[in-house]
């Protein structure tokens, strides 16, 4: 087993990004992208489980909940599009970079239950009640990854709180 893989369990020792890292995670365009993506694609989340509910609970708005699912999974797909540039410019990969290794794994899952959705949708395969239930099992998934991010963003900040005054001129001095 290689060594990469196996500290995967061990993170906690280590830090989320080096020195070069963070500096390439802050000079990236994509993280700004990224900052603006995923509270725009929480927000549509939040409006279109409110929607998708009302039709469960009412019978009534299966159109607009359909179409709040059908954004909410595209905004899924340029976030995630996005974010594999991102991680390639910061970490050299577009996937499975050590530092987000598990949310990328568990974001494989989030993405297949979003197509899946899709798929259903244009097939036509279950009735529309199954439709959203599959949709709230993609959400609930969606929710768990997000959590994943949101304690490496609140590592991330805790990390750049110890960072020493001169590792700030290493950093600088070390990219190309």
Known sequence: MSRELYNHG???????????????????????????????????????????????????GLFVATVSIVLKTLLLYAIMVTGSIWEKQVFGRYLFAPAFFWEDVFSMLVLALHTAYL??????????????????????????????????????RLEGRTIRPDETSEMVGSVP
């Open 119 to 156: 798929v259903v949708l244009v097939v036509g395969w279950l009735t529309p009640h199954q439709q959203l239930y599959l949709a709230l099992a993609a959400y609930a998934t969606y929710v768990i990854n997000a959590g994943q991010f949101l304690i490496k963003l609140r590592m991330a």
């Open 10 to 60: 061990t993170r906690s020792a280590s830090p989320l990004y080096t020195p070069e890292q963070r500096l390439r995670r802050d000079n990236s365009p994509w993280t700004l992208v990224q900052g603006v993506l995923a509270p725009l694609q929480f927000a549509v989340f939040l409006v279109s489980l409110f929607l998708v509910a009302r039709t469960l609970l009412t019978g009534e």
